[in-house]
């Protein structure tokens, strides 16, 4: 077994009917014409197990890896025996369905995972948006009936997609991403999700796809009313400035602007994910180094005390909180 060094992964993609083409081309990535509607960055859910692309252990998932090595990789707040988030980028050329996550309260209720998320904005047109949350005062009355009328979105919270910004969207909250949006997801390691509405449209048989009406009104968090906008709070770190997008539960969101040689320091408790969202340079430790390009996502193990950045490029860094 090679020692541990930070590994950088093969997207596995997923060709939904509303995505469009833009993650290929704005991240230079050599693939086929095709829809590319979501790019699952770091995963070992079994639905899309992301194979490792560097080095001695190219070819190996986190899966392979992590029964004798799920420490040193993940850290010691890692709970479980899997990697506890899935990482992903989703382009919308179409909006989403309508729908609704469970939550670690009420899963199990209903036989899936939960799904605690949050949506950084990369890209969006001037009338991107997303829809987050029910407007004041929507019970299951309402909805059901907004359901029967075709006129969902009038009771959802519309949200400018604006890049550089976020949002949060605890399991229980319902939602769907608009048209337009290119988008950094962080979410539990989790693949659940109950259908409300689709638009009308239908799938690539014809037929519409499934709903799951029963299900989600089960999991909705009829009181989850909050404002879904995440507030950064600037910090420094080992002398680097940096902005805490967000801290959940679940995971903690930073970005790093760096153009300057930067180190950053792991205590063992968490890994650090990374992804490139622009700009380029070189990542290195005390064993090795690797370009860094723009798209890549990276996996730092929790192990290793220390590496360095170099160059021009906006960091997005995802750790356990």
């Not at 095709?34 to 960055?41: D, L, V």
């Not at 009328?149 to 769907?176: Q, Y």
């Not at 950053?264 to 890994?271: H, I, K, N, W």
Request: glycine share 10%; proline share 7%.
């Amino acid at each position: 077994m090679s020692e541990l060094y930070p590994l950088c992964f093969r997207p596995v993609y997923k060709d939904y009917l509303w995505g469009g083409g833009r993650i290929p081309e704005r991240f230079n990535r050599n693939e086929p014409d095709g829809i590319y509607a979501e790019s699952w960055e770091i995963s070992t859910h079994p639905d899309g197990p992301t194979p490792i692309s560097n080095g001695p252990l190219a070819g190996q998932t986190l899966n392979d890896l992590l029964p004798e090595h799920k420490t040193a990789l993940l850290g010691t707040r890692a709970q479980g025996d899997d990697f506890p988030l899935l990482i992903k980028l989703i382009d919308a050329r179409d909006t989403l369905s309508v729908q609704v996550h469970p939550n670690d309260d009420n899963a199990a209720a209903v036989n899936g995972d939960p799904k605690t998320e949050m949506w950084y904005f990369l890209e969006g047109g001037a009338d991107a948006l997303i829809y987050c949350g029910l407007n004041p005062d929507i019970g299951k009355t309402e909805l059901l009936e907004a359901l029967e009328n075709k006129t969902v979105a009038d009771i959802l919270r519309k949200v400018p997609a604006v890049p550089g910004e976020a949002v949060f969207v605890p399991g229980g909250r319902v939602h769907a991403i608009g048209a337009g949006c290119l988008i950094l997801e962080i979410q539990q390691n989790s693949n659940t999700t109950y259908r409300l509405y689709d638009w009308d449209r239908t799938g690539t048989d014809g037929k519409p796809r499934e709903l799951h009406i029963e299900k989600a009104l089960q999991v909705i968090d009829w009181e989850n009313e909050g404002d879904p906008h995440c507030t950064p709070r600037p910090f420094i770190e080992n002398g680097i400035e940096g902005l805490e997008i967000k801290r959940s539960d679940y995971f903690k969101l930073d970005r790093f602007k760096i153009s300057a040689p930067a180190a950053f320091e792991l205590d063992g408790s968490t890994f650090h994910a990374l992804f490139i969202a622009d700009g380029e340079g070189a990542l290195s430790w005390v064993d090795g180094s690797e370009p860094l390009t723009k798209g890549q996502s990276w996996l730092v193990p929790a192990g290793l005390s220390t590496y360095r950045m170099e160059g021009n490029a906006t960091l997005l860094r995802v750790t356990l909180p």
